[in-house]
T-cell receptor, first 111, second 110 residues
């Protein structure tokens, strides 16, 4: 079952620009998580936002959550070439810790 | 250093052969998971285990088997019944919403 869907599927920007990725989900959640994956590698946890939070920051990352629209966004400010990766949102299924992932957004930051 | 280790990094399977992917964690996490990732796609859950000696099927369990005899270990066997096994396999473990992934195993068919 696919819960989160990221948009756009691919994004190409220049270094220094901001990158915004969106995630929509279908059922009620108690948290939403964003992960990063470099090509051919495992996923790295970036940030978790709880259902009672609207916005969360971590360094150059800013995540928003709108539970009324069942959507979240990940903003990377002042992007760098090293930010090139795929970004996934994930939500827990039911009351478990089992995560359901979207298909991801492939971000390319050109130097 | 605590972490989750997958081996091998690359694995090749012949027709009709079963192969086993290893996943070991020293994080003392109760829950462990196996995901499959196809090129340009998200992760799909194969099997998960919330506690030793117990595991549940995920969304695409057919053609796969697992065991959880020890807390630290959750090996995945790709059986000959899995007709399209070429993919990137990711193991993960979790506790209290903290999820850690291994670095993955790329399985290809010869």
């Amino acid at each position: 079952s696919q819960q989160g869907e990221e948009d756009p599927q691919a994004l190409s920007i220049q270094e220094g620009e901001n990158a915004t990725m969106n995630c929509s989900y279908k059922t009620s959640i108690n948290n939403l998580q964003w992960y990063r994956q470099n090509s051919g590698r495992g996923l790295v946890h970036l940030i978790l936002i709880r259902s009672n939070e609207r916005e969360k920051h971590s360094g150059r990352l800013r995540v928003t959550l709108d539970t009324s629209k069942k959507s979240s966004s990940l903003l990377i400010t002042a992007s760098r070439a090293a930010d090139t990766a795929s970004y996934f949102c994930a939500t827990p299924e039911g009351g478990s810790e089992k995560l359901v992932f979207g298909k991801g957004t492939k971000l390319t930051v050109n130097p | 250093d605590g972490g989750i280790t997958q081996s091998p990094k690359y694995l090749f399977r012949k027709e009709g052969q079963n192969v086993t992917l290893s996943c070991e964690q020293n994080l003392n996490h109760d829950a462990m998971y196996w995901y499959r990732q196809d090129p340009g796609q998200g992760l799909r859950l194969i099997y998960y285990s919330q506690i030793v000696n117990d595991f549940q099927k995920g969304d695409i369990a057919e053609g796969y088997s697992v065991s959880r005899e020890k807390k630290e270990s959750f090996p995945l066997t790709v059986t000959s019944a899995q007709k399209n096994p070429t993919a990137f396999y990711l193991c993960a473990s979790s506790i209290d919403r903290s999820v850690v992934f291994g670095s993955g195993t790329q399985l290809s068919v010869l």
